[in-house]
């Protein structure tokens, strides 16, 4: 069944979440798809369009990188007040 669910999940485009056909009614795929590959293009213009500082990847990506390195950060701390 696993496989069937991961073949039902179209992956999406950075701000733009995966699409989950599972529930979808296979006659309505096409249109779905298509309009799931528009909203990409759509979201990427938009993008561009932006200033650099408040494009996805200098907001969400480099806050979950801050979070990354603080959470690294807590953890070498903490191994070496066990040491």
């Not at 759509?42 to 480099?62: F, G």
Request: hydrophobic share 35%; charged share 35%.
């Amino acid at each position: 069944m696993k496989k069937q669910e991961e073949k039902d999940i179209v992956p999406g485009y950075k701000g733009v979440m995966d699409l989950d056909l599972s529930l979808v009614a296979k006659e309505n795929h096409a249109v779905v798809l298509k309009q799931h590959d528009e909203d990409i293009k759509s979201y990427k213009l938009y993008q561009e369009s932006l200033p650099e500082h408040l494009r996805y990847d200098n907001t969400v990506v480099r806050a979950e990188k801050v979070v990354a390195t603080t959470v690294e950060a807590a953890r070498v701390r903490q191994m070496k007040k066990y040491k």
